[in-house]
């Protein structure tokens, strides 16, 4: 039976939720801020909003978690089953593990062997397991239960965060004095604790490196009482379909370890609901629940094969989790060894059609039963420089991309073709073998992790604001869509958000986030999430870039333009004499995110020049490939 896409989504494993309903996919996304046994609530919304019931404590999470094991208060960000307005069902958010691809024929172990190149190796150490000894088995000893406290933001009110919550999750120990675990276990963590099996001693944990699309997080722990009899995890190779696997965490239901099995049902490229990323990942029908996030999932022979991190929701199917493969996590460990930090997957930044009708490929004078169309480049890519639209992509290093999109992957099987590029580090150069007008020629592109126009995550840790006469400007990001409700945003303003794509690098969108009533300010109270796209006559390209067009305007007066042909004046001394008296009246501490206090820089990108129309037209009805057109 065909499952109808609308009624599915993948859900973080934890009881701290965030939404995401994608207009392009069709899907609902849930993530969640580290896998939750415990979680405390969060503050209520700072600005009431009747349209929008985002924070209404009836909606939370459908987990049964308590706090500190015994409180049970659930974060208000929680969503329940439902339909949206256009009939699609939304369902509550339970769990949450995400998955990147790369493949490698074996299983390393951190810190100890290792390639002259600093690369992870495998440790094909043999410890068969039998599972009626699996309570007693030696690698149990490896996972640990994770403690976090986490202070996110307030994008609305950009100045301050929001009430703390906690949550837990589950970590397991690589060596070297580090622990994995996933990143929404972390988020914007204040405090990390770990406590070993066994022990009710928690130690203090920092934060290493945080892989945000492969959703993984590392960990260390300074304390050597901590490490004490410790025995690192080996990792294994990756598993085959009906292999056995064991999934190992601290889930809902209580303090102490627990145990799921299964066996691997299928391996491809997922979707990655926390970093909105498609990389490998190993599906399972093993029980995941809220607080498995971060723990290992193990074959027969006690070898970890991967990172709990997600479950799929339906009314239509039941136990399907994901497990984060060992190749991903090989690929996050030796991009921070490199470059002594995470920098992320890259991608090609085309997007592609595919090839199955015959007449398609005739017309395109496409001889063989292969390859995929390039209908769009972004321009921040280093393939606009080498790629044009019509171009028919036939090879990839050498290996032969099919008319659907896939490539060959282990004996029998096929892969979609991100695959490949999954596998490369950033900076890494990639040869295509393209079909241009007929012919057959080579090109070389460097790949880079993709940049885009509206964050799935900020950076940092607060968002970027300007307060000038008690108007709010701060850039447009997911989070903030997620917490001003899709409602509050505009259709418009949504549509440029799911498609549109960056014209230069550090291109933002920039919008009007809410007007502090003054008398300075007057006619503009109502107005909210609008995006300013001009002041004083000049294009605006980003947060910083308005901060330093205000703060070096000689004009009597300041005027704001907006879409739809609206606009804003304001005196530009009473702008200025106003802005001391509102901060005080609203309790802020600074007009402006202490990053726009920096002087600006007109970056080389920011010059080049783009055609006007190219961000307004949408990407994709759907990026996921549904409808034949797929990101690469």
């Not at 202070?151 to 589950?170: C, F, H, I, M, V």
Request: glycine residues 8%.
């Amino acid at each position: 039976m065909a499952v109808a896409v609308g009624n599915c989504y993948f859900s973080v494993l934890t009881s701290s939720v965030k939404f995401r309903c994608s207009l392009s996919t069709q899907r609902c996304f849930a993530t969640l801020h580290g896998s939750v046994c415990s979680v405390t609530s969060k503050a209520t919304n700072h600005r009431s909003r009747a349209s929008c019931s985002r924070r209404d404590p009836s909606s939370s999470s459908s987990t049964s978690g308590k706090s500190n094991s015994e409180k049970g208060a659930v974060h208000k960000k929680g969503f329940r089953g439902g339909r949206s307005k256009d009939g699609r069902t939304c369902l509550s958010a339970e769990g949450y593990k995400d998955s990147m691809d790369k493949t490698q024929s074996a299983s390393y172990k951190f810190g100890t062997q290792r390639k002259d190149k600093k690369e992870f190796q495998f440790d094909l150490k043999e410890q068969q397991v039998e599972s009626g000894n699996l309570q007693d088995a030696v690698f149990l000893n490896a996972v640990v239960k994770v403690y976090c406290t986490h202070t996110a933001p307030d994008y609305s009110l950009p100045w301050q965060k929001q009430r703390q919550y906690t949550s837990t999750g589950s970590a397991f120990m690589i060596g070297d004095g580090k622990l994995l675990t996933n990143a929404h276990c972390v988020e914007h963590d204040t405090q990390v604790k770990v406590k070993r099996r066994g022990d009710d001693t928690k130690y203090v944990a920092k934060v290493l490196a945080r892989g945000v699309d492969c959703d993984i997080a590392l960990l260390s722990v300074e304390s050597k009482e901590f490490w004490k009899g410790a025995e690192p995890l080996h990792f294994g190779n990756l598993p085959r379909l009906q292999d056995a696997v064991t999934v190992v965490g601290y889930p809902l239901g209580g303090d102490t370890i627990s145990v799921t099995k299964g066996v691997v049902s299928r391996i491809e490229v997922t979707s990655y609901a926390h970093g909105s990323s498609d990389l490998l990942g190993i599906q399972i029908d093993a029980a995941i629940n809220p607080g498995n996030s971060g723990g290992p999932a193990f074959n027969d022979q006690g070898e970890c094969i991967g990172v709990a991190f997600q479950v799929y929701r339906s009314e239509e199917v039941e136990n399907i989790g994901y497990v984060i493969p060992t190749t991903v996590v090989s690929h996050f460990l030796n991009d921070y060894e490199r470059n002594g930090k995470y920098t992320g997957f890259p991608c090609l930044g085309v997007l592609l059609q595919k090839l199955e009708n015959p007449a398609l490929r005739a017309c395109l004078k496409v001889q063989s039963n292969e390859g995929v169309l390039v209908r769009r480049v972004e321009p921040t890519s280093d393939a606009h420089k080498v790629l044009k639209e019509g171009d028919v992509i036939v090879r990839f290093d050498g290996v032969h991309v099919g008319c659907e999109g896939t490539v060959p992957f282990r004996s029998n099987e096929r892969i979609a073709f991100r695959y490949l590029i999954s596998q490369k580090f950033a900076g890494d150069v990639a040869e295509l073998g393209i079909i241009r007008a007929g012919e057959l020629m080579k090109v070389k592109v460097v790949l880079n992790p993709r940049v885009h126009l509206v964050p799935f995550h900020v950076e940092g840790g607060q968002p970027s604001y300007l307060i000038n006469a008690g108007l709010v400007f701060t850039p447009l990001s997911e989070p903030l869509i997620d917490e001003e409700c899709e409602d509050t945003i505009g259709l418009k303003l949504l549509a440029k958000a799911r498609y549109s794509l960056a014209r230069f690098k550090g291109e933002q969108i920039v919008i009007l986030s809410q007007v502090l009533a003054n008398e300075v300010n007057i006619g503009y109270e109502d107005m909210s999430n609008q995006q300013v796209l001009k002041f004083n006559g000049t294009q605006i390209k980003n947060i910083h870039h308005l901060a330093h067009l205000i703060d070096s305007c000689k004009d009597q007066f300041l005027v704001f333009e907006f879409e739809d042909n609206y606009i804003a004046v304001l005196e530009r001394e009473a702008a200025t004499a106003a802005s001391s008296c509102i901060l005080k009246d609203y309790g802020i501490p600074s007009e402006r995110s202490s990053e726009l206090l920096e002087p600006y820089v007109d970056s080389q990108g920011d010059n080049v020049a783009v055609d006007q129309d190219s961000r307004e037209t949408p990407a994709s009805n759907l990026e996921i490939g549904l409808d034949g057109l797929v990101w690469a």
